[in-house]
Structure formats: C-alpha cells, structure tokens
C-alpha cells in the first residue's frame, strides 16, 4: 500500500504557473506508475496525466498536451505536475494517484491509490 500527499496548489493568474507536488509514503514508490487527474465543480473526474513506473513513459489528455509535464523522482519518492500557461478552465482539485500497471492509465479504475487533492485556481 502506498499514501500519497498531494501540495503546491494556490491561485494563479492565466498565464501563469504551479507545480503540483506528490509525496508517497509506504510501499516502494518505483512500484507504481502515477497520473494526475482533477474535477472541477459539477464535473467529473478527469485524466490530465500519466508516468510510468521508470518515468520513460508519459502521456496526457489533450488539453494539457504541450502546457503540463509530469515527471517523477523516485529517490525523493515524489511525482511533479509542471503546469504552464494556465488557464480559467485549469481550475480543479487536481489529485494524484498511483497504479500498478508498468505504463500507467488514461483511467481512475486503474489507480486503487489517491491523495486527498490540491486546490489549483487560475483567475481571468
């Protein structure tokens, strides 16, 4: 099993940048592909991105392909979300999850593990 501490989230002007941290605690981190997701208000949950175990590996939703970049470090047992240009619509809590799949997921039902979120708003 695995905790995992989502941190980093505030407000932000559009245009602008955060970096979401993701400490795990527990089981061997490298164990475990990650991905970020987020839910806005009224919405559901939805898949911004994904690293696999050795972080070799990452893909993300297209709204954010180009803005974000997820990347992991595993003797610091942490995985980042570097997100840029950011938009009114970026705002959500964004949680981190992790799976054991090698390649990670596009999917929640792939990842048992989850953080209790972090708050990102970006103003207009």
């Known amino acids: 099993q695995v905790q995992l501490v989502e941190s980093g989230g505030g407000l932000v002007q559009a245009g602008g940048s955060l970096r979401l941290s993701c400490a795990a605690s527990?089981?061997?981190?490298?164990?475990?592909?990650m991905g970020w997701f987020r839910q806005a208000p009224g919405k559901e949950r939805e898949f911004v991105a994904t690293?696999?175990?050795?972080?070799?590996?990452?893909d993300y939703a297209d709204s954010v392909k180009g803005r974000f970049t997820i990347s992991r470090d595993n003797a610091k047992n942490t995985v980042y979300l570097q997100m840029n240009s950011l938009k009114p619509e970026d705002t959500a809590v964004y949680y981190c999850?992790?799976?054991?799949?090698?390649?990670?997921?596009?999917?929640?039902?792939?990842?048992?593990?989850w953080g209790q979120g972090t708050q990102v708003t970006v103003s207009s």
């Open positions: 690293i696999s175990r050795s972080g070799g590996y990452t």
């Open positions: 527990g089981r061997t981190f490298s164990s475990y592909a």
């Open positions: 999850a992790a799976s054991v799949r090698s390649y990670g997921s596009k999917w929640s039902r792939d990842f048992p593990y």
